[in-house]
């Protein structure tokens, strides 16, 4: 949680709503053909009207120098150190489609990949499969068996599964098998710790028996790789750290899992962000007073490598901005878990744009809402996990420190 161990005696509850939007790989960089940024390139007349009464800034996720994954950028935005509480992918994976993770079990985020005829890596996501062809490779996967392991393993969306290994022998101290980059083969699992030593096996052999089995099945689609291996930790309340009713309406599975696991309710949505802001509609003259609502295709253009969709998909989400304006929370926050620049193709280290929207901000942007206009903004460059002091503050609902 927030290293603010007053924080409990200055926390009020109010009747002000606060919205928080994370739009996934929301910064990127001036790309060299285009001498632009995506955030600079786009028309984006709903933020930039947002930020010229806002107060704006950018927030280092991590450390400077330090490239997030989405866990712990996420996990900082709600105010957890990203370092202390580091998150495993497969749980917050397994967990945000509902998959049954016990104590001590090991669950791992996988992805169906393509690889060549000399075993290396094509493309890591399969060319993007959908869903529905996500769901027929798992069911070929589920014949699997490892001696001393039960094998779980789960659909996500896309090229995503989630796979769960069940025993006592199970230990999230093994190494990923996938390198995250194309043109070497895939990794072998190893234990980082003596207690490791079975379960890397096993690993090293689910994998082996998924290429035989994919091996001719499907051309786009012929292995797997598998990355995130934990257990489920135990994390302070966020609810009850911050005095808030909190709500989660997210389409993705992992950012549910995210949200879940701090203890947020997370609501019933489809699978688009249309569908999200319409969840919000529905609830927000209910009960709840925060809102983490998250948009992933901007991310997906930047690790695409695809600077005008990116742009575009920025451009798609400044359209849906509106409905939310027009619900008037009190307090409305637009921020990202980390920076993928299209130009890189992942995520980046530089700092994410956001802004804080209230009768309480202090404008200081014009024009437009970009990497280096929020840096010039009234807060500055803070580390992400103090965001949400000053989201507090902004809804007013923290009292005065010390007499």
């Given at each position: 949680m927030i290293d603010f161990q007053y924080l409990s005696s200055i926390r009020k509850q109010t009747a002000s709503k606060i919205v928080m939007i994370v739009v996934d790989g929301l910064g990127g960089m001036t790309n060299p053909s285009t001498g632009q940024s995506e955030l600079e390139a786009a028309v984006l007349p709903n933020l930039d009207r947002l930020a010229a009464s806002s107060s704006c800034g950018v927030s280092t996720p991590v450390l400077p120098g330090i490239t997030p994954g989405s866990g712990p950028g996420h996990m900082a935005l709600f105010g957890y150190n990203p370092i202390k509480?580091?998150?495993?992918?497969?749980?917050?994976?397994?967990?945000?489609?509902g998959a049954p993770i016990g104590k001590g079990d090991v669950a791992a985020r996988g992805n169906f990949c393509l690889l060549g005829d000399d075993g290396k890596i094509l493309d890591r996501r399969a060319g993007r499969i959908t869903t529905e062809e996500c769901?027929?490779?798992?069911?070929?996967?589920?014949q699997i068996e490892i001696p001393g392991f039960g094998i779980e393993i789960y659909p996500v969306m896309d090229?995503?599964?989630?796979?769960?290994?069940?025993?006592?022998?199970?230990?999230?101290?093994?190494?990923?098998t996938d390198p995250q980059i194309t043109g070497i083969a895939p990794l072998v699992s190893n234990p980082t710790s003596e207690g490791g030593t079975g379960t890397a096996l096993a690993v090293n052999l689910f994998t082996q028996r998924s290429m035989e089995i994919l091996r001719g099945h499907k051309k786009s689609a012929n292995g797997i790789l598998l990355r995130g291996f934990s257990n489920i930790p135990e994390l302070p309340h966020f609810g009850s750290s911050y005095a808030l009713n909190p709500a989660a309406i997210a389409a993705y599975p992992m950012y549910r899992g995210v949200a879940g696991l701090l203890g947020?309710?997370?609501?019933?949505?489809?699978?688009?962000?249309?569908?999200?802001?319409?969840?919000?509609?529905?609830?927000?003259?209910?009960?709840?007073?925060?809102?983490?609502?998250?948009?992933?295709?901007?991310?997906?253009?930047?690790?695409?490598?695809?600077?005008?969709?990116?742009?575009?998909?920025l451009e798609e989400f400044d359209k849906k901005l509106e409905r939310v304006v027009q619900l008037e929370p009190d307090v409305i926050v637009i921020c990202g878990d980390h920076s993928t620049p299209s130009y890189f193709s992942s995520h980046s280290w530089h700092p994410v744009p956001f802004l804080i929207n209230s009768k309480l901000s202090q404008g200081k942007v014009g024009g437009q809402f970009t990497e280096n206009s929020c840096r010039e903004g009234t807060i500055g460059n803070i580390r992400a996990e103090e965001l949400m002091l000053l989201v507090l503050s902004h809804a007013g609902k923290l009292n005065k420190f010390g007499p």
């Open positions: 509480y580091l998150l495993g992918r497969g749980v917050l994976e397994g967990l945000g489609i769901v027929e490779l798992v069911e070929l996967l589920k090229y995503r599964f989630v796979l769960v290994l069940k025993g006592e022998t199970s230990s999230p101290n093994v190494s990923e947020m309710e997370v609501l019933n949505s489809k699978q688009t962000f249309e569908d999200e802001i319409k969840t919000l509609e529905m609830n927000f003259s209910k009960g709840y007073d925060y809102f983490f609502l998250h948009y992933k295709p901007a991310d997906s253009a930047g690790e695409d490598g695809n600077f005008s969709q990116k742009v575009a998909m």
